[in-house]
């Protein structure tokens, strides 16, 4: 049985805007007025409803002075009955002014719609009324299957768009039933229903819009703004009643997903655009702020982003922060990723000479001597290249020239002696100087050619020793056995 609708679009202008009673998944049960204990007096619909019937004009509700012929206290029991004040909230595109409009196809051939094919049971019983079904509407614009399990793209057919149902509350939205469909494994994801909002010449499949609006969407997405299809929604505070909860994907539970993910963020940033605002990264990246500048920062019309929780790195085990020192002074770019300097500050007080617990009092004078004799070893918790100089160049100890005094104060003449300093802990020197300060003055092909190796220079003795120190200047290892 086909259904057919012949309706002026000047009428279905007027109509669509209408609300008529939602129809549930099971018929509800009786109103008040018990239609099938009146089924002798009243031979035909429209005696009551005339508004259902040819003349739309008509109210649909009945009159209660009609009532009251009867109900007068005298002859029947009297009642204090009164139409509704307002229709039914309902997001229904149906109402009763098109149903003389409407025809179906029977065998007998065209046939005009009647009350009864949607409010009478299958049997027939004269006014055993009951609400219209779903399963009633779907018997002609359905594919024969159940209400929720027929196509999504059939919801538009018989509902308005939620923005226009404006008569439902925010627990009627929560109430709406949950398509069978969007229960489907991957539903959640682009390829889902993403691709289904998407797959139509619209902006937003229309069937999308009788439960949701833009306020829902933005639940998740913080890409909202740049996402046509989530533009293309009305916005409607009531589609947030359906409560959605942003679970991370599969991919993210994988053991090395941490350290794969940075790669994956610079590749393609979209594809954590969707979930991730900047603040995500920045949960764990916070001094690194550059690692998040391609994702949007959450703010109005945007999802907040999921929030990660930050874990402690397996390597900071048991006694770490006995360890971690070595490990900042070699790496701490690695550090700097999760680590700003308050962080370290916490137990490294910017006074580290008068701070109790690492450096004994007026350490800062005497630091220089303990360093040179090795009595503890710098390097374990400071950078000796970037910590000693930018402390250095802060208190203004710095050479202003090319073999000037500065770094070496504390001795006048340690230029005639730093050779002997140089051998005794080439490490401290290697903290400022590199090759080429060597070379202004020790080279045999240039500058002031005076001879690094000094009186009694013994080179075998050298080369059986280290060979390699020999490369730095040479180039390779002197000759030997």
């Known amino acids: 049985m086909i259904l057919r609708l012949f309706v002026p679009a000047s009428v279905l202008a007027v109509a669509l805007g209408a609300l008529a009673p939602v129809a549930a998944q099971e018929p509800e049960a ?3 007025f018990d239609h099938l204990l009146h089924r002798r007096v009243f031979p035909t619909c429209v ?15 009945p009159d209660p002075a009609t009532c009251a012929e009867c109900h007068n206290g005298t002859d029947v029991e009297r009642v204090n009955w009164q139409p509704p004040a307002e229709p039914r909230p309902s997001n229904m595109k149906f109402v009763h002014d098109l149903v003389p409009l409407m025809t179906r196809e029977t065998p007998e051939g065209e046939q005009e719609l009647t009350c009864k094919d949607c409010h009478l049971p299958a049997d027939g019983t004269w006014m055993a009324v009951h609400r219209a079904t779903p399963e009633g509407c779907l018997a002609c614009h359905g594919t024969g299957v159940e209400h929720l399990a027929e196509a999504d793209t059939l919801c538009s057919t018989c509902h308005l768009p939620l ?4 008569g439902l509350a925010a627990t009627d939205v929560a109430a709406f039933p949950v398509p069978p469909s969007h229960r489907r494994p991957g539903f959640v994801s682009a390829s889902g229903h993403g691709a289904q909002a998407t797959g139509t010449s619209d902006p937003v499949a229309s069937s999308c819009t009788v439960c ?11 890409n909202a703004p740049e996402t046509p299809a989530i533009q293309a929604l009305e916005p409607d505070p009531r589609s947030r009643a359906i409560v959605v909860t942003l679970h991370a994907p599969a991919s993210h539970a994988a053991p090395d997903f941490l350290r794969r993910h940075g790669p994956m963020v610079r590749e393609n940033p979209g594809q954590c655009s969707t979930c991730h605002a900047q603040e995500s990264c920045l949960v764990c990246h916070a001094p690194s702020q550059r ?4 994702l949007p920062a959450s703010g109005p019309g945007r999802a907040t982003g999921a929030r990660p929780v930050r874990r402690v790195p397996e390597s900071h085990g048991e006694n770490f922060s006995r360890r971690h020192g070595p490990v900042a002074a070699t790496t701490p770019t690695t550090c700097a990723g999760c680590h700003v300097q308050p962080d370290c500050l916490t137990c490294h007080r910017p006074d580290a000479a008068a701070a109790p617990g690492f450096h004994p009092a007026g350490f800062l ?17 400071h950078n000796v290249g970037s910590f000693c100089q930018q402390c250095h160049q802060t208190a203004g ?12 104060d504390a001795s006048r003449f340690f230029l005639a002696g730093h050779g002997q300093a140089a051998r005794q802990s080439l490490e401290s020197c290697t903290a400022c100087h590199v090759e080429r300060d060597c070379l202004q003055c020790h080279s045999a092909l240039g500058g002031r050619h005076f001879n690094p190796h000094g009186p009694g220079f013994d080179p075998e003795r050298l080369r059986r020793k280290n060979a390699e120190m020999c490369v730095a200047c040479h180039g390779q290892p002197p000759p030997g056995p």
């Open 397 to 408: 100890l710095v050479s202003t020239r090319a073999l000037g005094s500065g770094y070496h």
């Open 291 to 294: 690692v998040s500048a391609a």
């Open 212 to 222: 949701h609006a833009r306020d829902f969407c933005i639940t998740c997405h913080v």
């Open 30 to 32: 009786p109103a008040r």
């Open 47 to 61: 005696s009551c409803h005339a508004g259902a019937g040819e003349d739309p004009e008509q109210p649909l509700w």
């Open 163 to 166: 923005h226009r149902a404006r």
């Open 365 to 381: 004078t005497t630091h220089s001597a303990s360093a040179y004799a090795r009595e503890s070893s710098c390097s374990e918790c």
